[in-house]
């Protein structure tokens, strides 16, 4: 008889969906929140690609808990040079790269290390849809995400 231990996911992720830049969610984060977000010491990045994703970082110090806002988009520019011709020009063009392939439409992600109960989760997402530049945010279960080690750090 064989058991499989189901792989122990220690934080809890929640999804977010708004056109604002990561330092004005931040900055809407912790009016709404309560919470102080500050930029996190360094960006994820990974050395085969040119992408890099910002992280903001709050230490709740009373609930024992680390909180991320994590990008999840990063739209590069690129610029290609073809052969030498009588009428080449460069040409520009920009490709957008996702931490998390599977949630594309994702634009943030909210990490929560440290214990949480559903009604404080529930609680959070209620305070998010209840900001006016977030379209809408809801809980995402990080056992089912293919590249959720993408998010250990």
Known sequence: MR???EELVDYTLIGIHTSEEDYRLAYLLNKNLNTSFSKFKQHL???NNTATYSIYEFLDESKQQEIYLISNK???NHTQIPK???FSDSISYSTTSYLIKEKKKVD??????GDTSAFEIKNIVN????IHQIITSY???PSELKSKDFLIF
């Open 45 to 47: 990045d990974f050395k």
């Open 84 to 86: 030498a011709t009588l």
């Open 127 to 130: 305070k998010l849809n209840n």
């Open 139 to 141: 809980s995402i279960n």
């Open 74 to 76: 990063f739209i590069g």
């Open 108 to 113: 943030f992600f909210l990490k929560i290390v």
């Open 3 to 5: 058991i499989e231990l």
